[in-house]
């Protein structure tokens, strides 16, 4: 039967041109060493009235996960060099993974 090879094949095209194959960067390379420390990150999102649950680094910006004063979840990212909160409008544009 030939039509599984061709299910298999179209499968993986659709795959491969697919959103979660394209990096969204929310902030731009900054080196490490010069990111702001994570307890300042988590300082201004509790400044924002946010709980703070997580800080990870993530495409490019510390990402915070918590909650907010009416306990609904929350995830925003702060910029690793200012400590500003990066709103979706400002987050670059996407790219393919694996390309520069």
Request: charged share 30%; hydrophobic share 40%; aromatic share 10%.
């Amino acid at each position: 039967m030939r039509v599984l090879p061709a299910f298999i094949i179209a499968f993986a095209a659709t795959a491969a041109a697919s959103p979660a194959a394209y990096a969204a960067d929310k902030c731009e390379y900054v080196p490490r060493e010069r990111w702001i420390p994570i307890d300042q990150a988590i300082r201004k999102a509790e400044e924002l009235g946010y709980e703070v649950r997580e800080v990870e680094p993530d495409d490019g910006c510390w990402e915070v996960e918590g909650f907010d004063k009416n306990g609904a979840k929350i995830k925003l990212y702060i910029h690793p060099v200012t400590g500003e909160v990066v709103r979706p409008e400002e987050w670059l544009p996407r790219r393919p993974r694996g390309r520069n």
